[in-house]
């Protein structure tokens, strides 16, 4: 399977131009013949947390959802894109929605660790451990952004049976080792892919880093990008099955089957 990744610069509250950069680039990946387009963290909007809070009304989100999907079924491609929330309960959080090429929804997640003053003043944070279903024959999972940051959430992704970990981020200059290393080792320790898509530029007061990466179930990149826009493709590994990766993992080292559960929770850990 061939993936597609934008990394963009993103106009904050412009929903208009950033659907827009978001169907330019569904456009182009499709007819490179990509199967799913991964975007960055709430791309649709930008990100500015205090300002989405106080002045994005949550009655556009449904509208901005239609035309995000419509964007997938207009160019036959699956696509992740990330939009706030809201709860029942009248709680804003920031999540991620997998579509499939005729729109229709196949996964969603909430971000479970939110990132700083600003998140954490604007969103709440959810609790549910990340799902995972089969996009094109590969059993494929969603988390955000300071979520692959933590072992322990990307491992709950794999144990559920996940090869493939798609990452909307939003992450700013000074933070070089998350993607070059974090995400790679991630992708290592858990014998999965892991493609990781930030934003570029600068959006209100945060100036991003860039530097997507998709990285390879042995820690190695398939695909990097520099400060600016971009569009990365990787074709995807082809997963091994249950069985033997269980018992040699795609890095050649079994990771998953030899962790010693009943043991680690012995320590309080």
């Not at 999907?69 to 999540?95: C, K, N």
């Not at 072992?151 to 992704?157: C, D, F, G, K, L």
């Not at 998709?214 to 400060?227: H, K, V, Y």
Request: hydrophobic share 50%.
């Amino acid at each position: 399977m061939l993936l597609a990744l934008m990394q963009a610069n993103a106009a904050v509250l412009d929903v208009e131009a950033n659907c827009a950069a978001v169907d330019e680039a569904a456009g182009k990946a499709a007819a490179a013949g990509a199967s799913v387009l991964l975007t960055p963290e709430l791309f649709a909007v930008g990100y500015a947390p205090r300002r989405i809070r106080a002045e994005l009304d949550p009655a556009a989100l449904a509208s901005i959802r239609r035309t995000l999907a419509e964007i997938a079924t207009r160019h036959g491609i699956a696509l992740v894109y990330s939009l706030p929330a809201v709860t029942g309960e009248g709680a804003w959080q920031i999540t991620a929605t997998l579509v499939d090429a005729q729109g229709a929804e196949l996964l969603s997640y909430a971000k479970v660790q939110l990132f700083g003053a600003e998140e954490r003043h604007a969103f709440t944070p959810a609790d549910a451990a990340p799902a995972v279903v089969d996009l094109h024959g590969i059993p494929t999972s969603l988390v955000i952004c300071y979520d692959v940051e933590f072992p322990e959430t990307v491992r709950a992704a794999a144990v559920r049976g996940a090869r493939l970990v798609l990452v909307p981020t939003a992450l700013s200059e000074g933070f070089e080792a998350v993607p070059q290393l974090l995400v790679r080792a991630r992708a290592l320790e858990n014998q999965v892919t892991v493609a990781y898509a930030n934003h570029s530029g600068t959006e209100d007061v945060c100036d991003f880093l860039g530097g997507s990466v998709i990285a390879a179930p042995d820690g190695s990149l398939l695909a990097a990008a520099g400060t600016g826009p971009e569009l990365l493709f990787a074709e995807l590994p082809e997963p091994a099955g249950a069985a033997e990766g269980a018992q040699a993992g795609e890095a050649g080292v079994a990771y998953l089957a030899d962790r010693r559960s009943e043991t680690y929770r012995s320590w309080g850990a």
